[in-house]
């Protein structure tokens, strides 16, 4: 296939280079990011999606977004489709969709989880929303960039169901945090904990596959100093995409709240900023209730 590909950054760069890698024709465009190999980079995002058969963006956010959709919708083929992989607010991608509609276009908004490691070795998770249509032209295209593909309905719903997952993701890592801490001062050893939760009702994704504590369980990045992984940063930046959306729909997610000004907390005055989202651990092994 013929592929635009705009935002070629830790995310966009392997990606792009996996689809090269298979065969297609991809022409990539972005404002500062080297060109992956096998990808012939162009001067401009109208550029890189004129003539394209599907054009991809994985871009930092919802305004960012909205700029280059306005750029390139005008120059697109009509038919074509328009892939957001990028993780953004739920307005935009509705809105943006919209726009592509307008103009003949198939939008897809289609997040990614699996992170760089996952994008690198293709093995990411589509979560996508868009027409049936269009999630059937862009199949072979996920099959090249990742391993599972779940089409979740109209317009938006992909960013739904990222931001829904990630803010159980961001309370889930932070209870679990919270309880390794009472562990220690409880004198309880945290492989014991650790033995006991991985096959009791507390097991989760984060305890059993991504252990927050050093040396414990799964290797992670615990297991290197807390080097991103998924850095807190942007699991801030999702836990606020949760709540801009619930406020907007008038859904009541007390957890998910408090999981963002946690992770605000971290990320901003308490040092978190390019740690692991797992580095709350530390964070609450230092802590006094009072
Ligand atoms: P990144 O910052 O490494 O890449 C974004 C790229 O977009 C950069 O190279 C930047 O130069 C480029 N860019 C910005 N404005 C542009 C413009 N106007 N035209 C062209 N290019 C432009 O970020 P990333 O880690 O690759 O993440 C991309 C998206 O994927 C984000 O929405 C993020 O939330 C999401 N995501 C990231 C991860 C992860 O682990 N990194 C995991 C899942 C989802």
Redesign the pocket.
């Known amino acids: 296939m013929k592929i635009g590909f705009?935002?070629?950054?830790?995310?966009?760069a392997p990606m792009a280079r996996n689809l090269a890698r298979a065969g297609h024709e991809v022409k990539g465009?972005?404002?500062?990011?080297p060109c992956p190999e096998g990808v012939e980079c162009v001067g401009s995002?109208a550029e890189a999606a004129k003539g394209a058969e599907v054009v991809i963006t994985?871009?930092?956010?919802g305004n960012?977004l909205r700029?280059?959709a306005a750029e390139i919708i005008p120059v697109m083929e009509k038919g074509a489709v328009f892939l957001d992989?990028?993780?953004?607010d739920v307005e935009s991608a509705r809105e943006v969709a919209r726009q592509a509609e307008a103009a003949g276009l198939r939008p897809l908004d289609a997040?990614?989880?699996?992170?760089?490691g996952g994008a690198e070795a293709g093995t990411l998770t589509f979560m996508v929303g868009g027409s049936e249509e269009a999630f059937e032209i862009a199949k072979p295209l996920f099959e090249v960039m990742g391993k599972k593909a779940v089409h979740c309905g109209p317009s938006g719903n992909g960013q739904a169901a990222k931001i829904c997952n990630n803010m159980i993701l961001g309370v889930t890592m932070i209870a679990t945090c919270e309880a390794f801490a009472l562990a220690d001062r409880l004198g309880l050893d945290r492989q014991k904990l650790y033995d006991v939760v991985s096959t009791s009702s507390g097991y989760s994704w984060v305890m059993n596959a991504y252990t927050p504590a050093p040396g414990v369980g799964v290797p992670s990045p615990a297991d290197n100093d807390y080097k991103p992984g998924?850095?807190a940063e942007?699991m801030l930046?999702?836990l606020r995409l949760s709540q801009q959306a619930a406020e907007a729909v008038d859904a009541d997610t007390p957890m998910g709240q408090r999981a963002a000004e946690l992770y605000e907390a971290f990320v901003e005055r308490e040092g978190g900023r390019g740690r692991d989202f797992s580095a709350m651990l530390p964070r609450f092994e230092s802590r006094r209730r009072r």
């Not at 994985?58 to 956010?61: G, S, V």
């Not at 992989?85 to 953004?88: E, H, I, L, R």
């Not at 997040?111 to 760089?116: D, E, F, H, N, T």
């Open positions: 705009i935002g070629l950054g830790n995310m966009g465009f972005d404002i500062a990011a995002a994985m871009l930092p956010d960012i700029q280059v992989c990028s993780t953004v997040p990614v989880s699996g992170g760089v998924f850095a942007l930046k999702d």
